[in-house]
Nanobody
Framework: QVQLVESGGGLVQAGDSLKLSCLFS????????MGWFRQTPGNEREFVAG????????AYTDSVKGRFTISREDEKKSTYLEMNNLSPEDTAVYYC???????????????????????WGQGTQVTVSS
């Protein structure tokens, strides 16, 4: 049973930085692609960033390119989302997700759609005030 636990959310001001962490447990982490999504009330979950199993490929939604960085640390079974120059538009619940499918592993791909991910964390709230 895969479990994902996010941490690091909070209330910050515009221009500030936050680093989200996601701790993975339940199976072998180093073959799993990881992603971060966010969701605001009344909207669908939006892809923010993803990283493949080997860590050599990443993907970002356009609105966060140059401001957010996704990384992984296999020894700690963790993935991170470093968020800089935050704006009120970044306010959302942020979710960590894992894709452990063999096809994603063999392709070395970065999944960017929510339906590609099998397991999800409970979410952590990020609120950016203006």
């Amino acid at each position: 049973q895969v479990q994902l636990v996010e941490s690091g959310g909070g209330l910050v001001q515009a221009g500030d930085s936050l680093k989200l962490s996601c701790l993975f447990s339940g199976r072998t982490f180093k073959i799993v692609a990881m992603g971060w999504f966010r969701q605001t009330p009344g909207n669908e979950r939006e892809f923010v960033a993803g990283i493949n199993w080997s860590g050599d490929k990443t993907a970002y939604t356009d609105s966060v390119k140059g401001r957010f960085t996704i990384s992984r640390e296999d020894e700690k079974k963790s993935t991170y989302l470093e968020m800089n120059n935050l704006s009120p538009e970044d306010t959302a619940v942020y979710y960590c997700a894992a894709d452990a499918s063999l096809s994603t592993y063999y392709d070395g791909a970065v999944p960017t759609e929510a339906k590609e991910y099998d397991d999800w964390g409970q979410g952590t709230q990020v609120t950016v005030s203006s």
